[in-house]
């Protein structure tokens, strides 16, 4: 069974850093494909990065290229967002994900409908 713990979200001002974390559990960590969303409410949630599972290969929404950092750690089943430059649109619920299909671009990878209980990110002054 598929069980994703996220942590390390917070309240930031703009321009501050946070570090999210995930870890895995249910499942061969190291054989899939890793994502963090964004949620905002009202609106769909937003892949903004993934990683392949040899880590061969990251995307990154355009929004967050540049400010934010995806990892992982196979042997200790843990996947990390280290975020830089904080904006306020940056604000949401962020969750770990499973990503069942890998496309060519970030637009065309596709999650499990898998989810842990996210972790809170608010940037504000």
């Known amino acids: 069974q598929v069980h994703l713990v996220e942590s390390g979200g917070g309240l930031v001002q703009p321009g501050g850093s946070l570090r999210l974390s995930c870890a895995a559990s249910g499942f061969t960590f190291s054989s899939v494909a890793m994502s963090w969303y964004r949620q905002v409410l009202g609106r769909e949630p937003e892949l903004v990065a993934a990683i392949f599972h040899t880590q061969s290969e990251v995307n990154y929404a355009d929004s967050v290229q540049g400010r934010l950092t995806i990892s992982r750690d196979n042997a200790r089943n843990t996947m990390s967002l280290q975020m830089n430059n904080l904006e306020p649109e940056d604000t949401g619920v962020y969750y770990c994900?499973?990503?069942?299909?890998?496309?060519?671009?970030?637009?065309?990878?596709?999650?499990?409908?898998?989810w842990g209980q996210g972790t809170p990110v608010t940037v504000s002054s």
């Open positions: 994900g499973v990503l069942t299909f890998w496309g060519p671009d970030i637009d065309t990878h596709r999650p499990s409908p898998v």
